[in-house]
């Protein structure tokens, strides 16, 4: 690849989490799954996965050039879904860029939207609605206690995982998505005609304007017509700022109460009296897909049991773990957290916070010190006021001999290794770090994850001849095998 100069634009673009290298020196691409004005979106595997364990992902390409005049809008979109992990939220994994364009490798959903499901009747059975805008809700309250708004929730937007019939939902497409300030509204006037709330289209709105297009898509999928319509998007405009909600009866003659209910409360006009996302989760219209999901049946004590025993404190061994959660695990390993996390996730918060693993704990008569609990919380979540989100959750709780094998702690080497050097040094743990979509980091930070790391190796090696005044600058394959060798 050939590099040039940077530009201004370029500058922005690395501090936007983006790797600058060739993605196709590690990505081949194959059928092309979408495109528009944005860009084309392909299907690709990492080449250095062998044939039996290839894993397929969606990889978003947008042109350069198509970001001169907003790529503080790229930026945001790429804080924002690196930093969302949640079961029913797509799956971010890394970022690339060379000299004509961003790359975003995403997870691979194989079902299709939402939109498809309506067919030839143009509604979609009731009970399937109640768990699709459940498992949706359970997705905005996540990004709400992360303080985002998705700003286009729309059946398009909803994908299935798969083309199994219990597959899971994802939402996706956060390009119009922003980080908000509760003490702050918003002003900019967008989203999709059908589901837009009328605060926004005033110019003045918050958070709830996702829960006015929760209940404008609920409305549609269960009768097949949207909530306002009109031969213009000023004609629907006007009906959404103006008009009363109806439910023809020819259409809603066999919907439940519940149903019209729920819709009622999302599509009220007035946004401080529509219930939050975790207070929607509470509505009766749920009650029977909560109590399926939140089945205590199906939390997994070994799950338990490993969260018990995790010790995992350096920063390095994370990202590592990490890295192998993200590529390594097994869809029925995955079923099986998705399905724990759900169950103890019991106040809807789309983390798992420690009043939860207390209870969880207790309903199995697992005896664990608080202070175990709260060491695993201080060490562990990204942001320690929320909790664990999916990924996190799946690091304390999965079984580290299995994960930490030869073969994948050589993958993960040769992951972090990105100048191919045999060794782990600032530049190939920066650049990690920038692929992973995290921001710059300050040089000093990069030097001491490896520093602490090296440290401790020496300090197992050498015990009290270790000097602790030298820096380490980098960590070779050897060296990087001996920091798991007691898993």
């Given at each position: 690849?050939?590099i040039?100069?940077?530009?201004?634009?370029?500058?922005?673009?690395?501090?936007?989490?983006?790797?600058?290298?060739?993605?196709?020196?590690?990505?081949?691409?194959?059928?092309?799954?979408?495109?528009?004005?944005?860009?084309?979106?392909?299907?690709?595997?990492?080449?250095?996965?062998?044939?039996?364990?290839?894993?397929?992902?969606?990889?978003?390409?947008?042109?350069?050039?198509?970001?001169?005049?907003?790529?503080n809008?790229?930026?945001?979109?790429?804080?924002?879904?690196?930093?969302?992990d949640?079961?029913?939220?797509?799956?971010?994994?890394?970022?690339?860029?060379?000299?004509?364009?961003?790359?975003?490798?995403?997870?691979?959903?194989?079902?299709?939207?939402?939109?498809?499901?309506?067919?030839?009747?143009?509604?979609?059975?009731?009970?399937?609605?109640?768990?699709?805008?459940?498992?949706?809700?359970?997705?905005?309250?996540?990004?709400?206690?992360?303080?985002?708004?998705?700003?286009?929730?729309?059946?398009e937007?909803?994908?299935?995982?798969?083309?199994?019939?219990?597959?899971?939902?994802k939402?996706?497409?956060?390009?119009?998505?922003?980080?908000?300030?509760?003490?702050?509204?918003?002003?900019?006037?967008?989203?999709?005609?059908?589901?837009?709330?009328?605060?926004?289209?005033?110019?003045?709105?918050?958070?709830?304007?996702?829960?006015?297009?929760?209940?404008?898509?609920?409305?549609?999928?269960?009768?097949?017509?949207?909530?306002?319509?009109?031969?213009?998007?000023n004609?629907?405009f006007?009906?959404?700022?103006?008009?009363?909600?109806?439910?023809?009866?020819?259409?809603?003659?066999?919907?439940s109460?519940?149903?019209?209910?729920?819709?009622?409360?999302?599509?009220?006009?007035?946004?401080?009296k529509?219930?939050?996302a975790?207070?929607?989760?509470n509505?009766?219209?749920?009650?029977?897909?909560?109590?399926?999901?939140?089945?205590?049946?199906?939390?997994?004590?070994?799950?338990?049991?490993n969260?018990?025993?995790?010790?995992?404190?350096?920063?390095?061994?994370?990202?590592?773990?990490?890295?192998?959660?993200?590529?390594?695990?097994?869809?029925?390993?995955?079923?099986?957290?998705?399905?724990?996390?759900?169950?103890?996730?019991?106040?809807?918060?789309g983390?798992?916070?420690?009043?939860?693993?207390?209870?969880?704990?207790?309903?199995?008569?697992?005896?664990?010190?608080?202070?175990?609990?709260?060491?695993?919380?201080?060490?562990?979540?990204?942001?320690?006021?929320?909790?664990?989100?999916?990924?996190?959750?799946?690091?304390?709780?999965?079984?580290?001999?299995?994960?930490?094998?030869?073969?994948?702690?050589?993958?993960a080497?040769?992951?972090?290794d990105?100048?191919?050097?045999?060794?782990?040094?600032?530049?190939?743990?920066?650049?990690?770090?920038?692929?992973?979509?995290?921001?710059?980091?300050?040089?000093?930070?990069?030097?001491?994850?490896?520093?602490?790391?090296?440290?401790?190796?020496?300090?197992?090696n050498?015990?009290?001849?270790?000097?602790?005044?030298?820096?380490?600058?980098?960590i070779?394959?050897?060296?990087?095998?001996?920091i798991?060798?007691?898993?």
């Amino acid at each position: 690849m050939k590099i040039r100069k940077y530009t201004e634009l370029d500058t922005n673009i690395i501090q936007a989490a983006s790797l600058l290298k060739d993605i196709r020196k590690e990505y081949r691409f194959k059928n092309k799954l979408g495109g528009g004005h944005f860009g084309t979106v392909r299907r690709g595997y990492r080449i250095s996965e062998k044939n039996s364990k290839i894993k397929f992902y969606a990889i978003k390409s947008i042109p350069m050039k198509n970001l001169s005049c907003n790529i503080n809008d790229f930026i945001k979109e790429v804080d924002i879904i690196s930093t969302l992990d949640h079961p029913n939220i797509i799956k971010f994994y890394e970022t690339f860029h060379d000299d004509y364009f961003f790359h975003i490798v995403m997870e691979l959903c194989k079902g299709k939207e939402i939109i498809n499901q309506l067919g030839n009747f143009g509604f979609i059975e009731e009970k399937k609605v109640t768990y699709i805008i459940f498992k949706v809700l359970l997705a905005i309250t996540h990004c709400h206690n992360r303080g985002v708004t998705h700003r286009d929730l729309k059946p398009e937007n909803i994908l299935f995982d798969s083309m199994k019939k219990d597959a899971e939902i994802k939402l996706i497409d956060f390009g119009l998505s922003r980080k908000y300030d509760k003490e702050q509204k918003m002003h900019s006037i967008l989203g999709t005609p059908y589901y837009v709330a009328p605060e926004v289209l005033k110019g003045e709105y918050d958070e709830k304007c996702d829960i006015w297009s929760i209940g404008a898509m609920t409305y549609l999928m269960l009768c097949g017509e949207p909530p306002f319509n009109g031969h213009s998007n000023n004609e629907i405009f006007k009906k959404i700022v103006k008009e009363k909600i109806k439910f023809k009866s020819y259409l809603w003659k066999n919907i439940s109460n519940n149903a019209k209910d729920f819709v009622n409360i999302c599509l009220n006009k007035n946004s401080t009296k529509r219930p939050s996302a975790q207070e929607a989760l509470n509505h009766i219209w749920f009650s029977n897909v909560a109590k399926e999901i939140h089945n205590n049946k199906k939390i997994n004590k070994e799950i338990l049991l490993n969260i018990k025993e995790f010790n995992i404190n350096y920063e390095f061994k994370q990202m590592v773990l990490k890295y192998l959660i993200n590529n390594k695990i097994s869809d029925i390993e995955k079923q099986m957290f998705k399905d724990t996390f759900y169950a103890l996730d019991f106040n809807h918060n789309g983390f798992i916070i420690e009043s939860d693993l207390k209870k969880a704990f207790d309903l199995f008569n697992i005896n664990i010190d608080e202070n175990q609990i709260n060491h695993l919380f201080n060490i562990l979540p990204d942001n320690k006021n929320l909790g664990l989100g999916f990924c996190e959750f799946i690091m304390a709780g999965i079984n580290k001999k299995n994960i930490f094998t030869k073969d994948n702690l050589e993958d993960a080497f040769n992951y972090f290794d990105i100048n191919k050097t045999g060794f782990i040094e600032y530049d190939n743990l920066n650049s990690a770090l920038l692929r992973m979509g995290k921001k710059y980091i300050n040089s000093d930070d990069v030097n001491a994850i490896i520093n602490e790391v090296a440290l401790n190796i020496k300090k197992n090696n050498e015990g009290n001849n270790l000097n602790k005044e030298e820096k380490y600058s980098k960590i070779s394959k050897d060296d990087f095998m001996e920091i798991f060798k007691d898993y």
